[in-house]
């Protein structure tokens, strides 16, 4: 055997070990890049929102009044979006994450086979609907549509303590925070069910069949197996569409009705976050566009509070479930 032959084992380990490095290096330059991006919109925003943060201090967060066209005295106070943002993501997540779990049990555990596949197409097909379309369905068929149901309920639930403040009397034109958090939910609920149907999937055959050999029945197999190992998996979908319904700006700006005001009333009409910077940017200059860019601030830092929040909750209960199986 020549040298030659002996130094080709010696190239080929070093070439393998630089592509190691170099695709490592690659991966997480691509991973920084994406925390880079978020610090620098954070910081260009804050930069931008400065002047309605030192015009109106903590009152921009914890005020209640949004007079920007106030000739004499503008006040910007953006609890009321905040709490329109918060009411109606809420509504949507009630709505949207039983009916979602509920669809991807279907797809994995029950559906036929040759139901599967146009059923998921469906799915991800809804998905892809633009929101304006979602909007224009919610403001010309939905929202009139609605009102004598909201009507009914305000009847029945009108007069009980809690709830009749609750579900008051409906707008007249079906415009509301229900409404929108509707509307919000049929958009949410694709994504939250692609993501449960594909964690369902992961669940070992073997857990399953050990449930069913214990003498479970399907739903205590479901219950004891599935959602155990699922449960991550599901809170970061459920997170994903909540951040996808807060986020969401011309669907609710059709539907919620523009109102700023905080009142308990479901039925009644409002306005988020989002959809107050759609609506009034165009009209906005100088210290109004910085308070709107200061929502869209708040709004972001909400977004990661929340998904921090996510984490923590998915790792404690990783730990908990790991520590009853090692008992």
Do not use: C
């Amino acid at each position: 055997m020549t040298t030659l032959d002996h130094e080709k084992p010696e190239l080929s380990a070093k070439g393998g070990v630089g592509s190691d490095r170099l695709f490592r290096w690659a991966v997480l330059g691509a991973a920084l890049m994406v925390l880079i991006i978020l610090a620098l919109i954070l910081v260009t925003t804050a930069n931008e929102a400065m002047p309605a943060f030192s015009e109106s201090g903590l009152g921009l967060i914890t005020g209640q009044r949004w007079a920007p066209s106030d000739p004499h005295s503008p006040i910007y106070g953006a609890l009321t979006f905040i709490y329109g943002t918060a009411l109606t993501s809420v509504i949507a997540l009630i709505i949207a994450v039983p009916v979602s779990i509920g669809i991807a049990l279907f797809l994995t555990e029950l559906a036929p086979r040759w139901l599967r596949t146009p059923a998921v197409t469906v799915i991800d097909l809804l998905a892809a609907v633009p929101s304006v379309v979602f909007g224009l369905v919610g403001v010309l068929v939905i929202a009139p549509g609605i009102v004598p149901v909201y009507s009914w309920l305000h009847d029945v639930l009108g007069g009980v303590p809690l709830l009749g403040s609750l579900f008051g009397e409906p707008s007249s034109n079906g415009r509301s925070f229900a409404t929108a958090g509707l509307i919000l939910a049929i958009m949410v609920i694709p994504i939250i069910t692609s993501i449960g149907r594909e964690v369902f999937s992961t669940v070992p055959a073997a857990d399953k069949q050990a449930a069913y050999a214990l003498g479970a029945t399907r739903w205590e197999m479901i219950k004891g197996a599935v959602f155990p190992h699922s449960f991550g998996g599901l809170v970061g979908g459920t997170m994903l569409g909540l951040g996808r319904a807060m986020g969401e700006t011309i669907a609710v700006a059709l539907i919620i009705g523009a109102s700023t005001q905080i009142t308990p009333n479901v039925f009644d009409s409002g306005n988020t976050m989002a959809s107050v910077i759609v609506l009034e940017w165009g009209e906005s200059s100088g210290v109004h566009t910085a308070a709107l860019i200061a929502i869209g601030v708040l709004l972001f830092a909400m977004t990661i509070i929340i998904n921090v929040a996510a984490r923590v909750i998915v790792r404690r209960a990783e730990i908990r479930m790991k520590g009853a199986a090692s008992s």
